[in-house]
C-alpha cells in the first residue's frame, strides 16, 4: 500500500499519447498531461539530488507518452517520446500532482520565465 492508502484502479494513456489518467481507489481522479508528467519527472535528472540542483526542463509543449510500465507495486516508470524514462512515478506522487497540479504547474511556468526559457521545443536551423 501506499503510505496514504489510496490504491490505482486506472492507469491509461490517450489515444493522442498527450495525458495520462489515474484513479485511485479513494474517488481521486487525476488527467496529467504528459508536458507536465515530462517537466516534473521525479528523476535524478529533473529534481537532482538536492533542490539547488532541480533542473527545469524547457521546450517538452508537444511531448508524449510512448510507454507505462509497472515497477513492482508502488509505481511505473513513463517513457516519453523524447526517450526520458528515468523517472519512477509512485501512487503517491501522482497524488501530489493531481492535487497540487495548478500550483506545481504555475511553479514551472514561472521558472521558465525566471531562465528565459519556453516550452516550445527548439527549432533546427
Known amino acids: 500500500m ?5 490504491w490505482p484502479t486506472e492507469i491509461r494513456v490517450s489515444a493522442d499519447k498527450k495525458r495520462l489518467v489515474i484513479a485511485f481507489d479513494n474517488g481521486e481522479r487525476h488527467e496529467l498531461e504528459a508536458e507536465y508528467l515530462r517537466v516534473l519527472s521525479p528523476s535524478a535528472e529533473v529534481q ?9 526542463v524547457p521546450g517538452k509543449r508537444n511531448v508524449g507518452i510512448m510507454k507505462v510500465e509497472p515497477v513492482g507495486n508502488y509505481a511505473v516508470r513513463i517513457t516519453f517520446d523524447d526517450m526520458h524514462d528515468t523517472g519512477i512515478y509512485s501512487w503517491d506522487y501522482f497524488r501530489k500532482l493531481g492535487t497540487r497540479h495548478e500550483e506545481l504547474w504555475q511553479q514551472y511556468l514561472d521558472e521558465l520565465e525566471e531562465k528565459g526559457l519556453s516550452r516550445e521545443p527548439a527549432r533546427m536551423h
Open 2 to 6: 501506499t503510505q496514504t492508502g489510496a
Open 48 to 56: 537532482g539530488h538536492s533542490a539547488a540542483q532541480k533542473q527545469t
